[in-house]
Each structure stands twice: as C-alpha cells, then as structure tokens.
C-alpha cells in the first residue's frame, strides 16, 4: 500500500462548485503539506501543518482552506472553484526539519470549468 | 528576494552521455538544498538534501554538489529510466516563501 494516498485522483468540476481534497498518510509523520503544480512554475505550497493543532498559510493560500483532522489525514477544501484553480495537487509528509525530505501523494488533477 | 533558478529546463542525452543539470538559488542563509525526481504523472521522489558548500551526495548514477550560489546533479553514463523531471528546492525565510521549487529540468535519455 502507498504510504501517502489522495482522493479523488481526478475530478472535473464547475465554477463555483465546493470540492474537497483528501490526503491520507501512514508514514506516522507529523509534517503534512499540500502544494499546486502548473506547468512552468513548479511547485507551490497552498498550506502546511506541523502537528493536529498547528496549521499555517503558504505562499499561495488565498481561496482555498485545509482541515487536519487526525496526525494521518489532512485535507483541501476549495470553497468555491474558479478556472485558474486548474492544476495537480500535491500532498506531502516529512519527519525531519521543517520542509526537509518529504514524501509526496500521486497527486490530484484538478480541472475547473 | 528567495529565488531558485534551475536550466536547462530540457535536456536530452544519449545512453552513456554524462551531464550536469544546473540549480541556482538566492537566498539569505541556506539551511538546506533539495534535489528531487518526478516522473511523469507521479509525485516527486525525494533524492539528497545538502546543506554546505562543498557537500557531495550520491546515489547510483547520480551525484549532487554545492556551492555557495548553485548545486549541480551529475548524472553519469545515464541510461533511459533515468529520464525525469529533476526538481531542487531551498527552504525560504519569508513568510510568503517558506520552501521555494525550481521548475524543473525535464531529462530525456535516449536507447
């Protein structure tokens, strides 16, 4: 089994739907972390979490909100989707130093019309 | 401002054709330099992390260097399953760039 798992693996929604993006790890890391990748601008941090009770803002985080609902799960919610939120979402684990040797999900592909 | 560069953004070799792929990053104080591998509709794998000037990692046909300004992935005598895409990161300082990617080297090695 993989060790970081993301639902859905694609989903294809409409402007002003609610979607929610779910990543679940059985690394037993503390560090969880969702990123966005759009083709020539590699890769983005939405927000990170440092344990159940810590949640924090990334570069990019404006429409988007994230729930850390056990030390395994932490989730992505866009509250409602707009076209330039169209891209692969990623969920990452690590254990060390903050930022420091993660562990990615497969990703999300994520396409909003 | 935290700021990571990475070229070529494409490089395609013959099996057994060593190069370098570049990774040039301006931030103030390192405390860390990550190289990673994505294969095409996977998340990226992690590779090394370095965290002074002069540190060497290896693994297989892969060897990550760094300097004061850049860090180097040596790939020697590659062979086709180590095309990817080769992505390095830094940790940032602000706020807005607590970790900052490279967009990626896409490597292409062909038979």
């Known amino acids: 089994d993989a060790d970081v798992t993301q639902t859905p693996r694609n989903r294809i929604t409409k402007t002003g739907k609610r979607i929610m993006l779910e990543c679940s790890q059985t690394?037993?890391?503390?560090?969880m972390y969702w990123y966005r990748q759009d083709p020539g601008l590699g890769l983005r941090l939405i927000y990170y979490?440092?344990?159940?009770?810590?949640?924090n803002k990334g570069e990019i985080s404006d429409g988007y909100s994230v729930s850390r609902q056990a030390q395994a799960k932490f989730s992505l919610s866009l509250e409602s989707a707009i076209p330039n939120q169209t891209a692969l979402y990623f969920c990452?684990?690590?254990?060390?130093?903050?930022?420091?040797?993660?562990?990615f999900g497969p990703g999300t592909r994520l396409t909003v019309l | 401002e935290d700021q990571v560069t990475q070229s070529p953004e494409a490089l395609r070799l013959q099996e057994g054709e060593s190069s370098s792929l570049n990774c040039s990053y301006t931030?103030?104080?390192?405390?860390?330099l990550f190289w990673y591998r994505q294969d095409p509709g996977k998340g990226p794998e992690f590779l090394f992390t370095?965290?002074?000037a002069g540190e060497e990692k290896e693994k297989e046909r892969l060897k990550a260097t760094l300097t004061k300004k850049e860090s180097f992935l040596h790939i020697t005598a590659p062979k086709p399953e180590d095309s990817a895409t080769y992505l390095c990161?830094?940790?940032?300082?602000?706020?807005?760039?607590?970790?900052?990617f490279g967009s990626g080297t896409r490597l292409s090695i062909r038979p």
């Open positions: 990452a684990t690590s254990e060390k130093q903050p930022f420091e040797e993660q562990f």
């Open positions: 690394k037993g890391h503390d560090r």
């Open positions: 979490s440092f344990d159940v009770k810590d949640i």
């Open positions: 931030v103030s104080g390192l405390r860390g």
């Open positions: 370095l965290y002074s």
């Open positions: 990161a830094v940790p940032g300082y602000s706020s807005a760039s607590k970790i900052i």
